[in-house]
């Protein structure tokens, strides 16, 4: 089976969200996100003795600047382990796309036991909201008719930046993942999938739907506050989520926060 003892659970770590700047000491809502970073990776190094690969769901940068990529890249490469990302809002894809040292990290399907991960892009130039372009639908739909008919791929997890389900407060309403529907169609039609992985609305969040799993994660640096109806920073601690992807289809999955955090954020902000 794909390389993987039968029963081996997969270990994997999500970090979302992570708005880093080019320049060291630049802060997002008064928040240093280079800062918020390393107390969760350090978190991470802490909790996490062994993990496959690390899936960073967008918003890598704040400023869609190179450094701010590398210096993500340089910043996880003390696990000595692969990462894959995937564009958000705030990044540019054709930014990430020309970072040569770091072209395996675009790698959209991830082969893991008899899981597969599949990477898809939902940002839109110059907009918040997402959308899947037809094309990234299409390759979704062959990857899992691929995974139907191939009996060493069994179950997928599905990543993306932007919510396809609304999100939680008023303000959110417009910048989640624009017709939506078009995706929901395609995961419900294939028995191979799982559960579906984001970040984008900077909270945790762990429900089901047709009997999928939907995982939204909290940021590594600022927080939004669920059920409000104007932008509204939630006082809560940056954090990462692991996942553990049973051979027999089965996640685990929790969110872990940085203890004894001390935010310092502007709670005033009607934006960011
Ligand atoms: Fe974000």
Redesign the pocket.
């Known amino acids: 089976m794909a390389g993987q003892p039968a029963g081996k659970v997969l270990r994997i770590v999500q970090i979302t ?1 992570t ?1 880093l700047y080019g320049k060291p000491d630049a802060r997002l809502l008064e928040l240093n996100t280079r800062e918020s970073l390393d107390r969760v990776l350090d978190l991470v190094s802490e909790r996490e003795a062994t993990f496959e690969l690390v899936l960073a769901t967008g ?1 890598i940068a704040q400023d869609a600047s190179e450094e701010a990529y590398h210096h993500f890249a340089d910043a996880i490469q003390r696990f000595g382990r692969p990462f894959y990302w995937i564009p ?1 809002n ?1 990044d540019r894809a054709s930014v990430m796309r020309r970072l040569e040292r770091h072209s395996a990290a675009l790698e959209k399907r991830i082969r893991l036991g008899n899981w597969q991960i599949l990477m898809l892009d939902s940002s839109v130039p110059g907009e918040v909201h997402g959308r899947l372009k037809s094309s990234e639908l299409e390759w979704l739909e062959q990857m899992l008719v691929e995974a139907d008919a191939d009996e060493t791929v069994q179950h997928s997890l599905v990543c993306l930046h932007h919510n396809p389900h609304p999100g939680t407060a008023d303000w959110m309403q417009g910048i989640g993942l624009h017709e939506a529907e078009r995706l929901l169609e395609v995961l419900d039609r294939h028995t191979s999938v799982r559960a579906v992985l984001y ?2 609305i ?1 909270q945790e969040l762990d429900f089901e739907h047709n009997g999928i799993r939907y995982l939204c994660s909290p ?1 590594t640096c600022i927080q939004f506050k669920p059920g409000v109806t104007d932008f509204t920073l939630d006082d809560r601690a940056p954090a990462y989520r692991w996942l553990e992807l049973g051979a027999d289809g089965t996640i685990e999955s929790a969110v872990e926060r940085v203890p004894d955090y001390d935010l310092e954020v502007d709670f005033n902000s009607e934006g960011y």
Do not use: W
């Open positions: 969200d708005h918003d958000g705030h970040g984008h900077h940021s």
